[in-house]
């Protein structure tokens, strides 16, 4: 497959563009990007010096599927008319993920570019939508955020032991800010601290409600309260909700009954670990690995569920690369066997 | 005032001893440290160099007030005999915390050895129990977390507005694990990671459970969960609770309305700050405040209150030093005015 | 003393609106920075919370002192009208170190705006020039740096133990970079990172060399490579020069003699620690001291000293202080006495 | 071939064990740690969750290679053994480093177990000992700071542009210290920090001596100074000689020709960069490279060169693997063509 990256000068881009570099089946061989147009890939990012490709203006060359890391709207503008000449699309901005383009355009503030597309595209959680990316041309890939926080959850909303009523205390690594210059990105500002954000509702919050909801079969209700932690990658999202009463034995018996069912939920993937300890996100450290421990609270039949994920691999380009290899009907798990790197 | 510190060898005594080496109005006149007994207290911790003490075995000077940094039970059993002579008491360990000598059994796995004096025991949480600690000679300092998380809650469990069945979200910086040596203190396994831990309770839940039930009047249901951040100081409480219907306007209005439960509950308090911002932990590194922003997820109608605390200081021994300077009747901000380091 | 700060919105003018809050003979009356002109100092800072000045273009209020931490050129230009009508000046810039007019301008790439000044500065390192300062009114306030390795060689250069050639291997925290946005201060880039920087030549260097020059009566030849550590304060200098044959006894004699020699010269020192140990720079973290470890390379005889300091304080805006209380004839420690805070 | 571990538990061993997990050509078969006995490697080591290896006390199973991670002298009786009945050797630890046995003995402070053995011993940096590494049976890995100083300095030694008479600056990132616990590995004490170490003598200078002594062909005179930097992996090298007078052309030019002296010596190796501009630490993050970038500081005409690897990679398993390579005639690639991790 020949392959070509949208604005590989972000960490998603870059971040692409090194797990396609060791891809067996994958050939990058177009990467675009504005501000750096005309230097070499590898004089940008020195880390990529087996890829001497030149950044360029625009993708000139055939080719049979693009990834975007554009920032949205820019992303949907131009992967519009590459999935209308029938390349596939695996698109990372937050462009084609929700379903309903007036909740698009209330929470991003622009109007769409291609909103005719919105239903041809699959949101990209590849567990929870396999077929239909493997059926599609237009994958929207999932937000970090997102990420962790459905994939802790599902498992828990399908066998209907909670309602879709939650809370999600997300911790992300400070790379999810990406590379662009800002206080919220200064090493002397974010380094040795700890705070919330988007306090009032973060863009991630309606693709969370969305995908809960579906799995539910009904509304969703998410409280989403994402914070920013002193390390550059993971995200650890912990999840809170009431489980119904009766719906499992209570005591030590309702803790075992819960693994199992997040041991069904993710029995046959590959990529998600349930585990019997809380995981730490440094287990999920370059992987495309997302790792659950599921309990409850028994002092208050709470359920608390944590999830672990590397935000630039299974919350980006790796979920990303995932996809790519269903679309394509490649093994899963191509070009995406790296084990965390620990410490 | 004549000051001797229990086991200045950790992280709460260490920091009692650079608070009180400029305190106008307190003398250190001894410190104790078993495992480093004969060396100068700035041989062990050269930030002390202004302080030449001997680190003794047993406080033999006359002191006024002691206080303790040593482990639970070994604390309640050192603290006790200086107590019953009248010497004041701040115990910063967990032993005279809880008002009921079971639960603090079950809890700790000890026996306590003073379990007569528990009833004498304030707790010290200076802004909820000011007048209690002024007529007291014991004062349990409270954990670092339930500070945090009592003073983020008690202003809304107090005016009403939500039944003290909350969940707090605790994430603290690593010298919270103390100066002991340990796989959960190992600057490899813990940096560039995220994660939580005693999922099946931890021991700080109690204070909290017990110091909003006493607020409210009736028994608090809490779930709490902490996390270990990659950074030395600090603890970010993300506390979440559902607004009784009707408690406070809706939309807007009801924002003005909680803040102003906040500025009310804490208008005459020198260290907690209620602000229009999420507080960044930073803003509070090395000085005994306690910053707390309160505000509704609208679409849930959950509170939604965040506070940051220097784990050290306001969660420990700046906390202990306000207690001291209340139980003598002097100015409570006396030696704690230093301003946060920043950056 | 009225005290006005010209550009307050850096992390050395912020450094000196914190020191200066807890200054007992200095009040801040007025604070600069005019991309933030028109907020409060406190909404910028919220660490400042007791200090409810504005932010304003120009200084207009009368003062007896103004420290600018104004970037190169623009400080000598707002300075040089103060020093003219009689109101002290210390000037954290870079513009009053250099004695030479051309080494300043081509360094710096600009005009000096006030040249006919830089005889009557006096370059503010207060341990070499406290009684120049004392009698001045324009100081020109080191470099973070050249206070390290200045304090660090000065000894060994006036016992004639070394030739002023030597070598400097500066270790910085990223707060030496400032809080402007760049890559060199984003956190994703430098966390996890080490580098070193400038090696065809630091801004600094000039500085070293001028005043080794100075101590040794001799020109000095200085080799300085500088390097970014992921860390927010704090520089460790290490240095290296061969020692003159039979300057000093072989072996731990000549050990002993060296420490000696720092001993001495740092006798009635308050801010500089000659210590039995490699320091830490966190042994520094928020106070005005320079800890100073010498020794030799027995199997190379060569002279090996590491200096540790606070670069926000003793390398910047504490020294500046202490520069003030010189100046003022005040106690020298007055304002500066917190110990670091550890850990 | 089917590969031993010997003390898989430390941070060496599990490298060597995540490198070797994706190795195409090796099996690892057996995998000893004492003190985790009886577990399975992925309960002590969640990230190698693919490896479902038990712990066990000694090798039972037939190995074509055995790598030790074991202590000093501990690994050599481990080795020795192996090594005697045919099996291939690459031994992490330091025993086999040194030609010289008194020299081991005087350093390491313990008698030889298999002196003897000691001139069959290869030192394994690869790019200097290739052929010798092919034809040995027993390779003894180097040290991590020597890896990244020789391979800075032999290019300018072997071309006589500098005597072997050299200063090296080393920085580390703290996994150097390895997952043995203690104070100079408690976060709270490493973290915001920096500072030198073994200033009277490091077990890794004799490595260095000895090899910049072979290239030179007499004896080398090295200053070496090791400094812990708050951050895991890494290690950057600064080097500082003085260039023979007139061995290369004065100015730009110089450091032109200096570069051509790089640029040959390393232009048929895989693993090492040579590169225009300061390298980052981050660079190497989790590869098996080198990047140096040598330059001169034509003020002083002195050489300055810095290097960077990840020393658990290049600096410990990855070079042991190489070694390996080498040994089995297999591309000196094979299973270590990662790319860093960045950001």
Excluded at 33 to 46: D, M
Excluded at 126 to 132: G, S
Excluded at 205 to 228: D, K, N
Excluded at 255 to 282: C, M
């Amino acid at each position: 497959m020949k392959v070509g990256i949208l604005n590989v000068t972000g960490y998603a881009g870059s971040e692409l563009a090194r797990i396609l570099a060791n891809h067996p089946e994958a050939e990058l061989v177009s990467v675009t990007g504005r501000s750096e147009a005309g230097k070499r890939l590898f004089e940008v990012f020195p880390h990529l010096h087996a890829t001497d490709l030149p950044i360029v203006e625009d993708i000139e060359e055939s080719v049979d599927i693009v990834f975007s890391a554009l920032p949205h709207k820019a992303s949907a503008e131009a992967c519009g008319p590459f999935y209308k000449r029938g390349v596939k699309v695996v698109d990372i901005s937050a462009d084609f993920r929700l379903k309903s383009v007036p909740e698009y355009e209330e929470w991003y503030g622009v109007q769409h570019p291609f909103p005719e597309l919105m239903e041809d595209a699959v949101y990209g959680l590849t567990e929870l939508h396999r077929a239909e990316v493997a059926a599609s041309g237009l994958v929207a890939n999932p937000g970090c955020y997102p990420t962790g926080a459905i994939l802790a959850l599902a498992p828990a909303v399908k066998a209907g032991i909670i309602d879709p009523d939650v809370i999600v205390d997300g911790k992300s690594g400070v790379s999810g800010a990406g590379r662009g210059l800002g206080m919220t990105t200064h090493y002397s500002e974010v380094n040795e601290s700890v705070r919330a954000y988007s306090m009032d509702g973060h863009r991630h919050l309606p693709e969370i409600s969305q995908e809960l909801g579906l799995v539910a079969g009904q509304e969703a209700r998410v409280t989403f309260m994402p914070h920013l932690i002193p390390m550059t990658r993971g995200i650890l999202s912990s999840c809170y909700a009431s489980l119904k009463p009766g719906a499992l034995p209570s005591g030590q018996a309702g803790i075992a009954a819960l693994r199992e069912v997040y041991n069904d939920f993710y029995r046959d993937e590959g990529f998600v670990k349930v585990v019997a300890q809380p995981p730490h996100t440094k287990h999920t450290l370059g992987n495309n690995d997302c790792v659950i421990y599921p309990t409850i609270d028994l002092r208050t039949d709470r359920l608390t569920v944590v999830s672990a994920i590397d935000n630039l691999v299974k919350g980006a380009a790796g979920q990303a690369v995932q996809n790519m290899n269903v679309m394509f009907g490649l093994p899963e798990a191509t070009g995406l066997q790296a084990l965390a790197l620990y410490p």
